[in-house]
Structure formats: structure tokens, C-alpha cells
């Protein structure tokens, strides 16, 4: 079992839709996570971070993390087809010590 | 803009010709990583340097190797590429180790 399991999709949505992204992880010990978009040929481009459980808001972006069930969400509002690339979920344990771990990325398809 | 730059974007070699990656960063942070990735695959960290000192991820093969001669610069050396090692390599920085990581864009390598 991966550590961090992702769903690849594509997960196709008409232009204003409301995406849902989600990560599972096995790991307890995770505290650290993060939200990666990557545009194909490009470096991944870092959108959200947050520590421990509970929400975090930044835009149209909205980040979840539920340590109870293990399960991290993207939500993306009012989605746009700029929005269209792959979305990876990072995770670590303690800052300082243990390595991300990343999903294998969902590729999101914002159709017009 | 504080950046993190990598050269060239697309490199071509021939199975078995030494081939160098270069990254540099104008951030002034710490840590300086590569990562490896496949097709539809997560990144795959093969190595980072602290400062001056290197971190060897276990499972990196010998093939590949690292230098950091300054806090700006560091390159990816693969003695002898194979056709397994076409790949998009990713350079990272952070300020400490295993704190937020900011991507480039990769250099995508492609193995003739």
C-alpha cells in the first residue's frame, strides 16, 4: 500500500463548476500538507499549505485536511479552464524531519 | 522575481554520454533538492544538499550524482544515462530542510 494514494482521473468539469480533489494517506504521523499544481512540461507550483486538521482558504482554493479519517481535499471554486493541469497532494511528518511524500497527481480538465 | 531557474529545459543525450543539469536559485535558501519524475508518476526525491552537506536518498542509484559549489548553483550529474533515466528532473529549494519546497520548471531529458 502507498503511503499517500491519489486518484489520477482525469477528472473532467464544465467552466464554473466546484472541483473536488482528494488524497488518502496511511501515515499517522503526517501534520504537514500541501497542494501542488502542475501544468504540463512545468515544476510544480506550490497553492496551498497547511498544518494539522481544519480548513484553510486562499481564493477560489480551499484546503481540508480530516486527520481522523486521513483524508485531505482541494476544493476549487468557480473553476476556469486556466485551472486545467495536474494537482498533487504533498505530505510530511514533522518539519525538519521526514521527507514529502507525494501523490501521483489527478489531472483536472476545465472544459469552456 | 526570486526564482528558481534551471538549464536547459530540454536536453537530449546519447545511452551512455554523461550528461549535466544545472539549477540555481536567487531565493538565498538552504536547501537545494532534485527530484525525478516519470509519466504520471509522484516526484521522486533522489538527493539534497543542507548547506554543504549531502543527503543521499537510499535507493538513488550511483549513476547519478550532485554538486553544489555555491549557495546558488547546483547541478545533476548522470555518468552514464540509460534509456530508464528519461525523465523531467526537478530542482527544489527551501529555507530548512523539509519546510515549504518551491519548484523550477524541470528539465525534461530525453535518452537517444
Known amino acids: 500500500q502507498k503511503e499517500v494514494e491519489q486518484d489520477p482521473g482525469p477528472l473532467s468539469v464544465p467552466e464554473g463548476a466546484i472541483v473536488s480533489l482528494n488524497c488518502t494517506y496511511s501515515n499517522s504521523a503526517f501534520q504537514y500538507f500541501m497542494w501542488y499544481r502542475q501544468y504540463s512540461r512545468k515544476g510544480p507550483e506550490l497553492l496551498m499549505y497547511t498544518y494539522s486538521s481544519g480548513n484553510k482558504e486562499d481564493g477560489r482554493f480551499t484546503a481540508q485536511v480530516d486527520k481522523s479519517s486521513k483524508y485531505i481535499s482541494l476544493f476549487i471554486r468557480d473553476s476556469q479552464p486556466s485551472d486545467s493541469a495536474t494537482y498533487l497532494c504533498?505530505?510530511?511528518?514533522?518539519?525538519?524531519?521526514?521527507?514529502?511524500?507525494f501523490g501521483t497527481g489527478t489531472r483536472l480538465l476545465v472544459s469552456p | 522575481d526570486a526564482m528558481v531557474i534551471q538549464n536547459p529545459r530540454y536536453q537530449v543525450t546519447q545511452f551512455g554520454k554523461p550528461v549535466t543539469l544545472s539549477c540555481s536559485q536567487t531565493l538565498n535558501h538552504n536547501v537545494m533538492y532534485w527530484y525525478q519524475q516519470k509519466s504520471s508518476q509522484a516526484p521522486k526525491l533522489l538527493f539534497h544538499?543542507?548547506?554543504?552537506?549531502?543527503?543521499n536518498e537510499a535507493d538513488t542509484p550511483d549513476n547519478f550524482q550532485s554538486r553544489r559549489p555555491n549557495t546558488s548553483f547546483c547541478f545533476l550529474d548522470i555518468r552514464s544515462p540509460g534509456l530508464g533515466d528519461a525523465a523531467m528532473y526537478l530542482c527544489?529549494?527551501?529555507?530548512?530542510?523539509?519546510?515549504?519546497?518551491?519548484f523550477g520548471p524541470g528539465t525534461r531529458l530525453l535518452v537517444l
Open positions: 504533498a505530505m510530511s511528518a514533522r518539519e525538519g524531519f521526514q521527507k514529502l511524500v
Open positions: 544538499y543542507y548547506d554543504k552537506d549531502f543527503n
Open positions: 527544489a529549494t527551501s529555507n530548512r530542510p523539509f519546510e515549504t519546497q518551491y
